[in-house]
């Protein structure tokens, strides 16, 4: 007989300034999200960003130097990316033309 996967939750406390709810709350309500679920996001999050700096890439004195050659090539420009570097921020435009 096959083992059903069972959903084990951990409950994790914290004691927080009312200062920090009132932001976490704020944030979570723009993202139309639970304190809970983006507090949980979050945290997931920034565990796989720190776990991800910490990836050992391996390769051979040849692929090296490959990858180092690559990296000293002249950038290609993205003709979209450059468009949208040369248009002004939304708050440098007068109100009147924001839309």
Known sequence: MA???ERKD???????PDADIALIDRA???RGRSRTDFV??????????????QR????SGEGFAEFI??????????PSLVDV???????????????
Do not use: F, G, I, T
């Open 85 to 99: 570097l040369r248009r002004p921020a939304p708050w440098d435009m007068p109100s009147d033309d924001r839309h």
């Open 10 to 16: 951990h409950p994790v406390s914290m004691r927080l």
């Open 69 to 78: 050659a690559l990296l000293e090539q002249p950038a290609e420009a993205v």
């Open 28 to 30: 979570a309500s723009a």
């Open 3 to 5: 083992k059903s996967l």
């Open 56 to 59: 050992l890439v391996r390769m």
């Open 40 to 53: 949980r996001e979050a945290a997931v999050r920034a565990a796989e960003d720190v776990l991800m700096d």
